[in-house]
């Protein structure tokens, strides 16, 4: 069986210059971007695709993010609003580990959390330039469990498709979800931050290899085309809008 029912789980808001977003691209000025995650009912468990920022932590190390998250953009109250509770959550899958994807995950001390193998090691001893990106270390501790993301495609579980799509870091993958009847869901996390970068190519200021990231974009675009999916942004506040949030369901 295919997943169920699909949630976007708002984590609030964080603002990064323009410069950031389409890198040498376009001029500067302050946007703030929304951060959000993916919660998947599936017949193998509940996961979930990434889980936000932690306000505490970026008020600490990125205050001039100027993070907003109200209590209610929390994953566990964000959780409760599906009708679930943080020990619920099976595994979590991580895009990749910069900080406003993996913050939640201080409150899911029960879920196995699954990355990218070369994204695991990185993390621990980044480039200078890639440091600010990884201030969260929620994923280094002992109680925590991995599983390794290797290869080109990883068929995670039933319509659950995971895509190597380096470049913003060493091992990031995309998520695509396809479900009976219905549009794949294509989740590109930070391989392009919003529709405008996606339809110019543009890439953003945070990356480890701007050449392969622009080779993932144009990768995930390609396979949008072929299975005719529908694409999520993952830092646009203007999409973000148009999206359904939870409690209400994909
Ligand atoms: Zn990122």
């Not at 029912?5 to 984590?11: H, M, N, Q, T, Y």
């Not at 330039?129 to 969260?136: I, T, V």
């Not at 995309?174 to 479900?179: F, N, V």
Request: charged share 25%.
């Amino acid at each position: 069986m295919s997943a169920k029912r699909v949630w976007l789980l708002d984590s609030g808001s964080l603002v990064i210059d323009r410069t950031h977003i389409a890198w040498n691209i376009e001029p500067g000025s302050p946007v703030r971007f929304p951060v959000y995650s993916v919660l998947i009912e599936h017949s193998d468990g509940l996961f979930l695709f990434d889980s936000g920022f932690d306000k505490g932590t970026v008020e600490e190390f990125l205050p001039f993010e100027l993070p907003e998250q109200t209590d209610e953009q929390t994953l566990p109250a964000q959780l409760e609003k599906c009708g679930f509770a943080t020990s619920d959550v099976t595994a979590v899958i991580n895009s990749h580990l910069h900080f406003d994807h993996c913050g939640g995950q201080r409150n899911l001390a029960e879920a196995v959390t699954w990355v990218g193998k070369e994204e695991l090691r990185h993390c621990l001893v980044p480039e200078p330039f890639e440091r600010l990106g990884y201030a969260d270390k929620v994923f280094h501790r002992p109680d925590s469990a991995y599983r390794w993301l290797e290869g080109e495609e990883v068929d995670f579980a039933d319509g659950i498709r995971l895509l190597f799509t380096p470049g913003h870091t060493v091992g990031h993958y995309s998520l695509l979800l396809e479900r009976d009847g219905r549009r794949p869901m294509l989740f590109v996390a930070d391989v392009t931050y919003t529709r405008e970068t996606w339809e110019k190519e543009l890439i953003s200021g945070f990356h480890n290899d701007p050449t392969a990231n622009v080779a993932s974009v144009r990768k995930v675009k390609h396979l949008a085309r072929r299975v005719d999916a529908e694409v999520f942004f993952t830092h646009d506040m203007q999409e973000w809008e148009s999206y359904k949030h939870a409690p209400d369901h994909y």
